[in-house]
T-cell receptor
């Protein structure tokens, strides 16, 4: 089955720094999603990508759908303490097929 | 808030028991998916329900079963609980026929099997 490799596994950064994380797949996806999960909560959708090469922003967050359709990255600019959490990438092969998730990137922001 | 609500929020069960978890989907959403998230892992797809029928299943044994009701709410049932079933169970709702309506998750039910 499809597997997603998400990196890095964890990051410790200073407040104000930019952050970059990425996700690669063994299969071609037609949808890439990025979620953030806080402790004790369900994942919250940050950005959805539907076309190869697509670059989408949501405030300080920017994500891109890789040209090969097998990768995606998420950037966070000027990090703040509330950015702390676990970020998951997720992808879908086609249509309404199930989402496949990465193992997450745990982000810690040092004030 | 996504509008997807799950109950209960926490549950402790004994090995061998049965459990039922509940999910109310976001208004207007007709598709419900269930995921299992073990500690330190990403969510793993269990199954999806659309129009009250199972519509896709992940690599989970038959003792994991579900239902969807006419109002699109859903239940996840797990029989013969095992210690490894301890996890956060997430429900996500979506509108199947819309390409750009993605899955919105509830807050999850934390199941502990002892």
């Amino acid at each position: 089955g499809q597997q997603l490799n998400q990196s890095p596994q964890s990051m410790f950064i200073q407040e104000g720094e930019d952050v970059s994380m990425n996700c690669t797949s063994s299969s071609i996806f037609n949808t890439w999603l990025w979620y953030k999960q806080d402790p004790g909560e369900g994942p919250v959708l940050l950005i959805a990508l539907y076309k190869a090469g697509e670059l989408t922003s949501n405030g300080r967050l920017t994500a891109q759908f890789g040209i090969t359709r097998k990768d995606s990255f998420l950037n966070i600019s000027a990090s703040i303490p509330s950015d702390v959490g676990i970020y998951f990438c997720a992808g879908r092969v086609s249509g309404n097929t199930p989402l496949v998730f990465g193992k997450g990137t745990r982000l810690s922001v040092i004030a | 808030e996504t509008g997807v609500t799950q109950s209960p929020t926490h549950l402790i069960k004994t090995r061998g028991q049965q459990v039922t978890l509940r999910c109310s989907s976001q208004s207007g959403h007709n598709t419900v998916s269930w995921y299992q998230q073990a500690l330190g892992q990403g969510p793993q797809f269990i199954f999806q329900y659309y129009r009250e029928e199972e519509n896709g299943r992940g690599n989970f044994p038959p003792r994991f079963s579900g239902l969807q009701f006419p109002n699109y709410s859903s239940e996840l049932n797990v029989n013969a609980l095992e210690l490894d079933d301890s996890a956060l169970y997430l429900c996500a709702s979506s509108l199947r026929r819309s390409l750009n309506t993605e899955a919105f998750f509830g807050q999850g039910t934390r199941l502990t099997v002892v």
